[in-house]
């Protein structure tokens, strides 16, 4: 996966200071980039938004409202291109999805997707991951959120961009139920170790990693393999997942 074809995280814009929200503190987790869309993807974001598509506008959410039942929730930031998504929602039908993503092409390609699969349990936010987290979805209303490949800013410098911070994952564990879990995964073993060590500290989570892998797990089947790791594996690169469960 190239820099362009990573999923993109959250983003913080605004003042700064402990009592701002995460969204609002100056710190911009991600980079917005052109991209040229294909006319599946424009037909995605013109035709298809109006029934999948959120926005901060609506405030919280009501999310049997939403969905229109009760069922388990998953949130996924950064979802790039949707494929993977795509296969969750389609495989897991008794599951809800909402996917967060901020690069059109990829959003409307999802869409496109979506409504070609005539999935009816997966909506989409093009924001903020993070205000959407702060200002749209409930306490103790998810089952799991997904944090896949995110940008590793690898620079030592930019160490501070990255979405994986103290504040972040205990925002996550609000909004997690009670046994929820944080699934996070990379191919940047430094960002791996970073993730691990935050997690570590933070009050109220649990690492499901086996003593054998600790602190990592191995690849649960039910995330999907992408390409982009496909080709990893066959050229030796690693890929490591995290789960770190809600304390009851």
């Known amino acids: 996966m190239t820099d362009q074809d990573r999923p993109q995280e959250g983003k913080n814009t605004g003042p700064e200071g402990p009592e701002a929200p995460l969204h609002r503190r100056g710190i911009k987790s991600y980079v917005l980039r052109a ?19 959120l926005t901060l506008d609506q405030g919280r959410q009501d999310l049997d409202a939403l969905f229109g039942r009760s069922a388990p ?3 996924e930031i950064g979802f790039g291109m949707g494929a993977s998504l795509v296969e969750q929602a389609e495989t897991h039908p008794d599951t809800d999805f909402i996917g967060i993503e901020v690069h059109a092409p990829g959003v409307g390609k999802l ?7 005539g999935l009816t349990n997966l909506r989409v936010y093009r924001e903020d991951a993070l205000a959407v987290l702060e200002q749209c979805l409930p306490e103790a209303s998810l089952t799991t ?10 620079k030592k410098k930019h160490h501070k961009r990255r979405i994986v911070q103290p504040a972040f994952v205990e925002l996550v564990r ?3 139920k009670p046994g929820g879990t944080l699934h996070m995964a990379t191919d940047w073993e430094a960002y791996a170790e970073w993730m691990a060590e935050v ?22 089947d039910f ?3 992408t390409k982009f790791e496909a080709r990893g594996e066959r050229l030796g690169h690693g890929v490591w997942d995290l789960i770190y469960r809600r304390a009851e």
């Open 199 to 220: 997690m570590d500290e933070a009050p109220g989570y649990v690492n499901t990693a086996t003593e054998e892998t600790t602190p990592y797990v191995r690849r649960p």
């Open 174 to 176: 609000q909004r997690l």
């Open 111 to 117: 869409l496109d997707e979506a409504d070609k699969r």
């Open 145 to 154: 959120l997904q944090l896949f490949f995110p940008d590793p800013w690898p």
């Open 73 to 75: 929730r998953v949130v």
């Open 35 to 53: 991209g040229r869309m294909t006319q599946a993807q424009t037909r995605g974001l013109e035709e298809v938004w109006p029934k999948l598509g």
């Open 223 to 225: 995330r999907p393999l």
